[in-house]
């Protein structure tokens, strides 16, 4: 009788989702209504062109999105853990009030959805109470881990790409201002210029172009390039270019400093690397070619020892 209560409290809670989903695609086509009558207003009665009509896709993301904005706003999360879901959007790629809408909105719909699946699809695993309050509550948590673990692991992957691409951003920008380009058009060009070679530094380089272009301070602006990400290089390339811009000093001489000194970085990182891999071979050795190796040597003797004490008996 217990997990029928239980089951009836998951579908109960599943179809609440959905009520709330209805309610609020309504809310969106309602908007959307009053948007296309200002837009008539605005435009002084005139017919606009019939606009294609969104995919069910872009549909079902614009409804996570505003959900999940509906929750980032009602308080029930702190604006310490939106800060840091918005900065891990942000160094995977993800910028814009709909990537945190859709990011909540995911992980609430998984916490939501994956238990319904895991009691029809587990049912006939274990029994009691104890394994059903197991595997409720294993799908809840792992539907609400699964998003974050794969913003993480995008936002690893972001970060390496990026900084992989530092020293060769420089190099451009370094060609760039002995041509007398200013540090916006610089900064422009090179965002540019990397976007078929790394795309992930030339979508951070063109979000920083962007901000200089609409007025924002020029500290502020370098100091968020580095920041954004949390790496070294650009931090390092941001108070670079602070200081260079505040004392006067040469940029070129700066920049060419600091890009001797991530590629010397970088090879000794390498070597690094290399100087660890007879250690970790040494494992694999043990495993694989040293019995072969026993066996090549050792077992001509052990054979002939054998047959020797076969012939005595």
Not at 75 to 84: H, Q, R, V
Not at 185 to 207: F, H, P, Y
Not at 216 to 227: F, H, K, P, T, V
Not at 258 to 275: D, H, T, Y
Request: hydrophobic residues 50%; aromatic residues 6%.
């Amino acid at each position: 009788m217990s997990q029928t209560y239980i089951f009836l409290a998951v579908v109960f809670l599943f179809l609440l989702v959905v009520a709330a989903g209805f309610y609020l695609v309504n809310e969106l086509a309602r908007s959307g209504r009053l948007a296309s009558r200002i837009e008539f207003v605005k435009s002084g009665g005139q017919v606009q062109q019939p606009t294609i009509p969104r995919p069910d896709g872009a549909l079902l993301l614009r409804l996570l999105s505003a959900f999940g904005m509906r929750i980032a706003r009602s308080g029930l999360l702190s604006g310490k853990t939106l800060a840091e879901m918005t900065a891990t959007l942000e160094g995977a790629g993800f910028r814009g009030g709909r990537g945190l809408g859709l990011f909540i909105g995911a992980k609430i719909l998984l916490g939501l959805l994956l238990p319904v699946i895991a009691f029809f699809a587990f049912r006939n695993f274990g029994s009691g109470m104890l394994w059903l309050v197991v595997k409720l509550g294993g799908a809840a948590i792992f539907g609400l881990l699964l998003p974050e673990t794969i913003a993480t692991n995008i936002r690893k992957r972001h970060l390496v790409q990026v900084e992989a691409g530092v020293a060769d951003a420089l190099d451009m920008m370094v060609i760039c201002a002995d041509a007398g380009l200013a540090l916006e058009a610089g900064l422009a060009r090179v965002a540019q210029e990397m976007e078929g070679l790394n795309s992930a530094l030339s979508k951070e380089l063109t979000q920083t172009s962007r901000e200089l272009q609409i007025g924002s301070d020029m500290r502020m602006a370098m100091e968020s390039l580095g920041q954004r990400t949390g790496l070294d290089p650009l931090k390092r390339l941001s108070t670079t270019l602070i200081q260079s811009l505040h004392y006067g000093t040469p940029l070129t001489q700066a920049l060419r400093t600091l890009s001797g000194e991530l590629r010397q970085e970088a090879l000794v990182k390498f070597e690094e690397r290399a100087g660890r891999l007879p250690t970790l071979m040494t494992i694999p050795m043990i495993l694989f070619i040293l019995p072969c190796v026993f066996l090549i040597v050792a077992g001509p003797a052990i054979i002939n020892v054998l047959a020797t004490l076969h012939g005595q008996k």
